[in-house]
Structures are given as structure tokens and as C-alpha cells.
């Protein structure tokens, strides 16, 4: 994408222009979450949240892979760390994540072979120049990384990397979505659905829970007038009380997504449940691996023997995830909880709404 190309979606006439209809033509309280974390960090960069009414309250979803990682896996990617012969690769946000005794980059400091990572490739590759080691990726994320995860395991599988495996705490947003809408307490006027996502699973993915729970929805890219413009159709949306799921990012999100992409997710993966940091077990909301592909099962591979333990005392990064809270109603926000201090990873990860709100609030 071009320079010039991208000024237009970032034009501040086109914005004034769309600020002064949402202004114009919203007289409904509305709230409207942004369900990735990438639109959170997005919406306060540009002080969108400053420049909205006051009619309009913009909640940020469980739309970050990392906050969403239920404290369970953060433990087990720290016990596997601490497996003799082992290394473990990891993205970046992940190392800071406090499991319920210590972080990875904890680990990392006590001597642990704890690598960062940009890519999942990357993990194949210090497996390949590693053979007397056993290097286990922590695979976090949603629709947007997992064909890539998928396309690893096929390529060490091809290659016999045998001394490469995953531990999977991947999953998937519609069901997530649907699970919000049945959560008692939360109050959702619209949707604004991840661009990224999207691009994988396309418009048609989101079409049960929207058929289901008819809240308006609309799909949006990251630039300021792609938020803008999401916003105002969702205020149309419900001041007509039409609600309906619109694509608003149609440059890169067709109906169909990425078939490719997905085939390559199936054919590696199988839809299970997931544990979400907060909400709890979704059902049909992961992907494990399929029996073919069971030996990069890092969770087969070592016995963790590991328990259901509480997530941090006061830490309200559930509520937040589900639009119950925001950050400053935390009790720990900015006393306990600071980026140097991070209690929750809704503060650790870079797409982390109390990072947001913190950095930006």
C-alpha cells in the first residue's frame, strides 16, 4: 500500500467531515466495542475516543491473542521452560506475562533458553539448527496467525524437523463474540469487527452470531477513516433500528476471506474448545491439532502436571475483555499495575487495553 493511497485514509477533511455526522446524527447512548486491540491502539493514537459525543462509548474487546491467554497456558509455557533440553519461542508480549508464579523472561533471567521470536518459521528454523534440543513455540492468536502456525507444522512435518512442536493456545473470534452476548452484565449496541481477522475468515464467518444476536456490526480497517466511518454506520445502524453486518474495509475483507489460507488451517488443526482469560471455557472456540499432526503436540510431549489456578487478586483484566470495566476501574490500574509492573497482560501486550489507556488515556 503506497504512501499517497494511505494519506486518503488518513485525510484530516475526510475525518472533520465524518466527526461532524456521527455529531449530527447520534442521539442514542450507544455502546460499541472494538473487538481487536489493534483498533483499541488505532482508535487512542488518533484521539478518536476525544473527538466522538459523549453518546458514544468505545469498549475494547477480547480482540488481543495475548490477554486472552488464560493464565493456565501462561503457566504451562513456564513449565515447559523448565524442562531440561528445551527451547522455548515465543513473541515478544508473551515474555512478560506474569503466569501465577513467574514470566518467561523470568525464566530467561534464571537461565532458561528462552528465545524471542518474529515468526513462527523462526521456531522451525533454531529447531533445525538445534537437533539435540527441543524447541516448542507458544502459539497464541486468532484466525490472522494460525494458517501461518499451520503452514510450520506442515513444513517441519515435510522436512522431519522432529525436534519442533507447538504448545496451542490459539482461537477463534466469532465464538467469542457470541459467548459475549450471552454473558449476564454486558451491554453491546455494535460491534467493530477486526479487519485482520477478517481478511482470513471473511464476512461470512460472522454471519451465524449476527443472525443470532442481531447487533449491529461492522467490519473496518485501522487508518482514522476507516474507524470513523465504522463508527458512523453503526450510529446509523441503530438510529434506524436496522442493525445489520456491514463491510467497511472492502480494499482488503471479501465475503469468502482467504480460502486458501483457511484450508491450510484445517487441514492442520480441528475446531475444540478453548479456556479464555476471564470468560472461561467457549466451546468450539480453539483449534487443536489433528490426530495426523498430534506428535507436535508440545502438551503431549511433556507432563506438566498442572493445576487450575486464580487469576492475580483484584486484576480486573476479564471484566475489561468482556466491556464490563474499563482500565481505570480496575482497583490495581496505575497503583499495583504499570507497564513496569504488569499484573495482568491486559497491561503487558502491546495491543492491551490498560497499556492503551495508560500510554495514551
Known sequence: MGLTYLEKFRDPSLAKNLVAAIHKESRLTLRLMEVCGTHTMAIFRHGIRNILPETITLLSGPGCPVCVTAQKDIDAFVAVSRQPDVIVTTFGDLMRVPGSGTTLAGQK?????????????????????????????????????????????????????????????????????????????????????????SVITGVDAYRSVFETHKVPSVITGFEPIDILHAVLMLVRQNESRVPALENAYPRAVRESGNPKAREVMHQVFTVGDAAWRGIGLIKNSGMELK???????????????????????????????????????????????????PVGPCMVSSEGACAAYYNYG
Open 291 to 341: 490426530p495426523d499432526f498430534k506428535a507436535f503436540d508440545a502438551g503431549a510431549r511433556f507432563e506438566l502436571n498442572l493445576t487450575d489456578v486464580a487469576e492475580p487478586k483484584g486484576c480486573a483484566c476479564g471484566e475489561i475483555l468482556m466491556g464490563l470495566k474499563t482500565p481505570v476501574a480496575c482497583a490495581l490500574y496505575k497503583k499495583v499495575c504499570t507497564p513496569m509492573t
Open 109 to 197: 533471567g534464571a537461565g532458561a533458553d528462552v528465545r524471542m521470536v518474529y515468526s513462527v518459521f523462526d521456531a522451525v528454523t533454531i529447531a533445525r539448527q538445534n537437533p539435540e534440543k527441543q524447541v516448542v513455540f507458544c502459539a497464541v492468536g486468532f484466525e490472522t496467525t494460525i494458517p501461518t502456525i499451520a503452514a510450520a507444522v506442515l513444513m517441519a512435518a515435510k522436512e522431519k524437523v522432529t525436534n519442533f512442536s507447538i504448545y496451542g493456545a490459539n482461537k477463534l473470534t466469532p465464538p467469542a463474540l457470541a459467548a459475549l452476548m450471552t454473558t449476564p452484565g454486558v451491554s453491546i449496541d455494535g460491534f467493530i469487527l477486526p479487519g485482520h481477522v
